[in-house]
């Protein structure tokens, strides 16, 4: 198991991430930020292209499409699957900032069968 939001656990979720199906146009540069976990707030990022995971690294892209905002304990819950990432967007828990339109082509792929097994073992690969 490795601990949430450190870079050894973001290798392993691009390392669990590798056998994703391509998604043609799933494509984004985006920065992840999660508050509240003392007084840090901890900055991550993704950049996905066609539905694989390319890079997953601490820190922020300076040229990110969108960036998501977070409170930690609304994080571990969409990590430990308690919390839906697409109703936690509606019901106004996560903050965006940056292209809407790229944010919302990508919420689907969230109900795909392989991104519901792909959440699974990162959620059972996660210590909280």
């Known amino acids: 198991m490795v601990k949430y939001l450190t870079q050894a656990w973001l290798d392993r979720v691009r390392e669990l991430a590798a056998d994703q199906p391509e998604r043609p146009g799933a494509t984004v540069r985006m920065n992840w930020t999660v508050a509240g976990d003392g007084d840090e707030t901890v900055g991550y990022y993704w950049i996905l292209e066609n539905g694989h995971l390319l890079e997953n ?72």
């Open 57 to 128: 690294r601490l820190g922020a892209l300076e040229d990110a499409e969108v960036t998501l905002g977070m409170e930690y304990d609304d994080a571990v819950a969409v990590t430990k699957l308690d919390l839906d990432l697409n109703a936690a967007f509606m019901q106004g828990r996560v903050k965006v900032t940056g292209n809407m339109a790229k944010l919302m082509s990508l919420l689907p792929l969230t109900k795909a069968p392989e991104y519901k097994i792909l959440a699974e073992q990162i959620r059972d690969d996660t210590e909280f």
